[in-house]
C-alpha cells in the first residue's frame, strides 16, 4: 500500500474527515496524489461487509504556491 503523508488531518464531531496539505512545487503527480489521499482517506472508513451509508464526507483543502489550473478565456461576450 502506498504510504503519503499530508499537513494536517482532522476528524470534525459531524464525523467529516478533512485532510489539509499545503505544497510549494507543483512535482509531477501531485494532482493524482491529492485525488488518491482523499479516495484512500474515503475508502478506509470501512470494513468488509459493512454498509456504504456509514461513509462520511472526506474533505481536501490544498494550498499552493503555484498556479495548479490554467484556466481558458472564455468565447462568450458578455
Request: glycine share 2%; net charge positive.
Amino acid at each position: 500500500m502506498k504510504d503519503t503523508s499530508v499537513d494536517v488531518k482532522a476528524t470534525l464531531k459531524n464525523k467529516t474527515k478533512v485532510i489539509i496539505e499545503m505544497q510549494i512545487i507543483n512535482h509531477d503527480g501531485f494532482e493524482s496524489r491529492i485525488l488518491y489521499n482523499t479516495a484512500k482517506n474515503y475508502a478506509n472508513q470501512l470494513e468488509c461487509g459493512d454498509k456504504y451509508t456509514l461513509l462520511n464526507p472526506v474533505i481536501a483543502l490544498t494550498i499552493v504556491n503555484f498556479k495548479m489550473f490554467e484556466t481558458k478565456k472564455s468565447k462568450i461576450k458578455l
